[in-house]
């Protein structure tokens, strides 16, 4: 499984960009997805998740409303859409995927087996 994210850069607070991931070696369909960011001398976090089905998403709040995951299956893609950044979204973003089932929540790291590159957003006047 490989997953290639890109669509990252600077942009001023306010602004929006949208972070793609490519995944190949899995369908969408079958697994867990998800986005984690890792700000500069911090630890990873849970940024964003989609459910196998599309039918539901989770995000924590310092994201909610104002990021939206999405797939598409035809396209083996993932999204995140991110508006209203501010400063604090500063951040190396990774896309994730995962088997279908575990026993471990969608924000927990080890919840997801194969990760993508990173892509660094830098929020930004």
């Known amino acids: 499984v490989q997953l290639q994210a890109s669509g990252g850069g600077l942009v001023q607070p306010g602004g929006s960009l949208r972070l793609s991931c490519a995944v190949s070696?899995?369908?969408?369909?079958?697994?867990?997805l998800g986005w984690f960011r890792q700000a500069p001398g911090k630890a990873r976090e849970f940024t964003a998740h989609?459910?196998?089905?599309?039918?539901?998403?989770y995000y924590p709040d310092s994201v909610k409303d104002r990021f939206t995951i999405s797939r598409d299956n035809a396209k083996n893609t993932i999204y995140l859409q991110m508006n209203s950044l501010k400063p604090e979204d500063t951040a190396v973003y990774y896309c994730?995927?995962?088997?279908?089932?575990?026993?471990?929540?969608?924000?927990?790291?080890?919840?997801?087996?194969?990760w993508g590159q990173g892509t660094l957003v830098t929020v930004s006047s």
């Open positions: 994730a995927s995962g088997p279908p089932w575990s026993t471990k929540s969608y924000s927990d790291e080890a919840r997801y087996d194969s």
């Open positions: 070696g899995r369908t969408l369909s079958t697994s867990a």
């Open positions: 989609i459910t196998r089905a599309g039918d539901r998403t």
